[in-house]
Nanobody, 116 residues
Framework: QVQLVESGGGLVQAGGSLGLSCVAS????????MGWYRQAPGKQRELVAT???????VEDESVKGRFSISRDNEKKTVYLQMNSLQSEDTAVYFC??????????WGKGTLVIVSS
């Protein structure tokens, strides 16, 4: 069974930095896409950034220049380095993976709180 486990959330002051990581385990096969979504209180889940197996990135405009996504295919791990954090970045961050046959998996989420 495929599992995604996030780590690295927490409380940070505005302007600060935080790093998230997510490890996939189980019989994943090729992970075609990995990345991060977030859901703020009272809002829908939204894309933060994803990176496919070839290294192609998709990033939301709101995080460009502040967040950096990367992945290690051998370790089945995706990272999100978040800099210049703002109160609007407060959310639960979910790890996402797209495997063969279009199967999607989600982590349970890690909470990021940015205090102003």
């Amino acid at each position: 069974q495929v599992q995604l486990v996030e780590s690295g959330g927490g409380l940070v002051q505005a302007g600060g930095s935080l790093g998230l990581s997510c490890v996939a385990s189980g019989n994943t096969g090729t992970i075609y896409n990995m990345g991060w979504y977030r859901q703020a209180p009272g809002k829908q889940r939204e894309l933060v950034a994803t990176v496919d197996v070839s290294g192609n990135l998709v990033e939301d405009e709101s995080v460009k220049g502040r967040f950096s996504i990367s992945r290690d295919n051998e370790k089945k791990t995706v990272y999100l380095q978040m800099n210049s954090l703002q109160s609007e970045d407060t959310a639960v961050y979910f790890c996402y993976s797209l495997l063969a046959m279009g199967k999607q998996y989600w982590g349970k989420g890690t909470l990021v709180i940015v205090s102003s």
